[in-house]
Nanobody, 125 residues
């Protein structure tokens, strides 16, 4: 299984960015997919997830208002559209996959079996 994240970069406050994560080696449409992020010196934290049913979960209301997670099963790819970016959104963003997850564990890193290598997002003020 491979997860390849891409789309990060250096942007300014208020800009938008779309991350992608292409998956291979798994039956993509049976997996719950998620984005996590990790800032320097901090724990890796949950951002958003999308179930095979396309049901979505976001960590905070701020993320729900500014971010959109989506999936394209034909391309085995998920996306994270991020609008109105803030300096505190700066982090390495990781995609993750699980086919055994339940709703109560969506936010836990340990619930995900596979991880991508991360893509760096830097938001300048």
């Amino acid at each position: 299984v491979q997860l390849q994240a891409s789309g990060g970069g250096l942007v300014q406050t208020g800009d938008s960015l779309t991350l992608s994560c292409a998956a291979s080696g798994l039956t993509f449409n049976t997996y719950t997919m998620a984005w996590f992020r990790q800032a320097p010196g901090k724990e890796r934290e949950f951002v958003a997830s999308i179930r095979p049913s396309r049901a979505t979960t976001y960590d905070t209301n701020s993320m729900k208002e500014r971010f959109t997670i989506s999936r394209d099963n034909a391309k085995s790819t998920i996306y994270l559209r991020m609008n109105s970016l803030l300096p505190e959104d700066s982090a390495t963003y990781y995609c993750a996959a699980s086919n055994t997850i339940i709703t109560s564990t969506l936010r836990y890193r340990s619930a995900y079996h596979y991880w991508g290598q991360g893509t760096q997002v830097t938001v300048s003020s």
